[in-house]
């Protein structure tokens, strides 16, 4: 796939289910007046395009995905993904707990979209470590990418993860030195006092030094409503 190349628009027919190996993908939605929503961003080893089609008879894409990167996308036709899900309870239930992660990531992302960007990181690493375990075949720059994060912002954040031993970076990727404790970070900050935490002691300084708050995170605060595909 390449950059800014639709995968499927809304409301056409659900005639595939996608998996996506490397790069990024955007979901996207339009209101009536034709402004178009970011509503998530698929990351690599992540399954799109597959739920609304379950238990459904005559299924639709409920919302536009679109490449913000170049990259590799592998498509399912009908058939085939039918026949994967045909008699394969593992298959559904596997299914199931992605629907479960899907909403609950996006029942956070407006207040993720506000906090400092080390937690913004924690939040993304956390769902590609669903996928990969410690470690994830990811970029510093694609997650900070992922994270609507500007590059100095970034560099500053990840410095402030390795200096806490969560993270280490080596030239194929990250590896989550403490899965636990950088689940922790995001799902724990309304209740963390940030001056006195060592993560992000140092991190508000690197707020500030954000020039682009309203970032692709934050465009997807105030969506209009929660989509799983």
């Known amino acids: 796939m390449r950059a800014k190349e639709v995968l499927f628009l809304e409301g056409s027919p659900a005639s595939a289910a996608w998996v996506l190996f490397s790069g990024r993908v955007n979901i996207t939605c339009s209101s009536s007046k034709g402004r178009r929503r970011i509503l998530e961003t698929i990351l690599p080893g992540e399954l799109f395009g ?16 679109e490449a913000a990167t170049d990259g590799v996308a592998l498509r399912f036709a009908e058939r085939e993904f039918s026949g994967l899900l045909h008699g394969n309870a593992p298959l559904l239930e596997k299914m199931c707990v992605l629907c479960s992660h899907r909403l609950n990531d996006m029942r956070h992302l407006p207040r993720i979209a506000m906090e400092a960007p080390q937690v913004r990181l924690a939040f993304v690493l956390s769902r590609l470590m669903r996928v990969y375990g410690p470690r994830i075949p990811v970029k510093e720059r694609e997650v900070a990418e992922a994270a609507g994060l500007a590059v100095e912002t970034a560099y500053r954040a990840f410095a402030d993860l ?57 465009k997807r605060v105030g969506a209009p409503r929660l989509l799983v595909l």
């Open 50 to 65: 597959t739920l609304c089609r379950v238990f459904s008879r005559d299924p639709a894409y409920p919302c536009s995905a």
């Open 162 to 218: 390795r200096a806490a031993r969560l993270v280490a970076t080596r030239a194929h990727g990250i590896i989550a030195l403490d899965p636990a404790a950088i689940r922790a970070l995001w799902e724990d900050a309304p209740r963390l006092n940030a001056r006195q935490h060592p993560v992000l002691g140092g991190g508000l300084t690197a707020r500030r030094l954000d020039p682009d708050p309203p970032t692709m995170l934050a």
